[in-house]
Every structure is written in structure tokens, then in C-alpha cells.
């Protein structure tokens, strides 16, 4: 079967640095997006990697190793409005989109 | 870049009624989405809809339960027909660009 593995729930203090990891087992590979979503809300898109590396966009950063089965979403300067949960999703050989179950990220002050 | 506007935003509805929620995009689309996402969880793949053929549905979800129109390339609906409290959710219909659009949603709560 396919899935998605993210961890349910993270904490970390305004200003710091937070890395959420997402691991996946897929049929196929055609890229990974990270999305962000605030609750009540729709999901919104953040990034996309298909080729291993890292690429950043302002204080979001994700990451992707193909080989591994892996990425991560790294924020820096965490701000309150962070706050939200991020959703890992891959792409199948079908162009399928797989969702993970997301984490839920909290900021304390 | 897509704008999606749905239609309830929200509704509390009654155990045995159906709803009918509708998705309107600003620009034509071959394939429109229709997603679940249940209280914490993430979002579950309803069906795909392709304007002028019959959706595609997922495993768990049948068209009994979830009728979809789908009359144009901007326009579709799903039903959430004799529903029960198990399908209290957030629906979200999804067009897919570089990325996968969504729109602002539909809370669903059945008594």
C-alpha cells in the first residue's frame, strides 16, 4: 500500500527553527508538496520538490531525498501566525496526489 | 493560479436529508476534485469529476451516496445524500493547476 508517515503534533517557541519530516512509501514518484493550513480553513500550497535538495522560499525551506523516501519542511523565525497544520503529499506513478494526515504545529510566545 | 468559491460555506442539517454543495472555478478545467476531511484528519479523495462523463470514484465512496454533476468546465456539485452524523466533515472541491488549488470549503454538521 501506499502511505504517508508525518509526525501528529509538534511544539516550538516564537523565533526558533522547526523541522517537520515526512517519510513516504509510494508507487512511483513525481513530486512532493508541502501545504499549509490554518484551522477552519482550505489548504494552501507552500512547496514543491522533485529533484533531491533543498529549496527555499523566504523562511520556508523543504527538503527531498528520493533515494530515501524522505523531506522535510524547515520554518525559521517561527511567528505566532505559523500556527497550523502541514500537510506532506506525494504524487504517484498515476499522478495520484497521497496525503498524509498532516501535523499540527503550535507556537508558544 | 485558480479562484474556487463554494456554496454553503456551512450547514447544520438534519440525520436522513442530503445537501447539495457547489463549486464554482473562474477559469475552465478538465478535472475537478471533491475531498473529505474529517474532524483532525487530513483530506481523503472523494471522487474526480471530468465534465461531459461519469465521476470516478474512490474506494469507500460510492455515487449513491455522493452524486456529482459536473455540466461544465467551471461548474460541479457533489451531494451528501441521506446523511447520518458520520459525515459531519469539512468538503473541499480542488482543481489542479502546478499545484492543487482548493476552495475555501464547506462545514457540514448532521444532527
Known amino acids: 500500500g501506499q502511505n504517508i508517515d508525518q509526525p501528529t503534533e509538534m511544539t516550538a517557541t516564537e523565533g526558533a527553527i522547526v523541522q517537520i519530516n515526512c517519510t513516504y512509501q509510494t508507487s512511483g514518484f513525481n513530486g512532493l508538496f508541502w501545504y499549509q493550513q490554518h484551522a477552519g480553513e482550505a489548504p494552501t500550497f507552500l512547496s514543491y520538490?522533485?529533484l533531491d535538495g533543498l529549496e527555499e522560499k523566504g523562511r520556508f525551506s523543504s527538503f527531498l531525498s528520493r533515494s530515501k523516501g524522505y523531506s522535510y519542511l524547515l520554518l525559521k523565525e517561527l511567528q505566532m501566525k505559523d500556527s497550523a497544520s502541514y500537510l506532506c503529499?506525494?504524487?504517484?506513478?498515476?499522478?495520484?496526489?497521497?496525503w498524509g494526515a498532516g501535523t499540527k504545529l503550535i507556537i508558544k510566545p | 493560479s485558480a479562484v474556487i468559491s463554494q456554496k454553503p460555506s456551512r450547514d447544520i442539517c438534519q440525520r436522513g436529508t442530503s445537501l447539495t454543495i457547489q463549486c464554482q472555478v473562474d477559469s475552465q478545467v478538465t478535472m475537478m476534485f471533491w475531498y473529505r476531511q474529517q474532524p483532525g484528519q487530513s483530506l481523503t479523495l472523494i471522487a474526480t469529476?471530468?465534465?461531459?462523463?461519469?465521476?470516478?470514484?474512490e474506494s469507500g465512496f460510492v455515487i449513491d451516496k455522493f452524486p456529482i454533476s459536473r455540466p461544465n468546465l467551471t461548474f460541479s456539485t457533489l451531494t451528501v445524500s441521506n446523511m447520518s452524523p458520520e459525515d459531519s466533515s469539512i468538503y473541499l472541491c480542488?482543481?489542479?493547476?502546478?499545484?492543487?488549488?482548493f476552495g475555501p470549503g464547506t462545514r457540514l454538521t448532521v444532527l
Open positions: 480542488s482543481v489542479e493547476g502546478f499545484e492543487q488549488f
Open positions: 469529476a471530468n465534465q461531459g462523463s461519469e465521476a470516478t470514484y
Open positions: 520538490n522533485v
Open positions: 503529499a506525494v504524487r504517484d506513478s498515476n499522478y495520484q496526489l497521497i
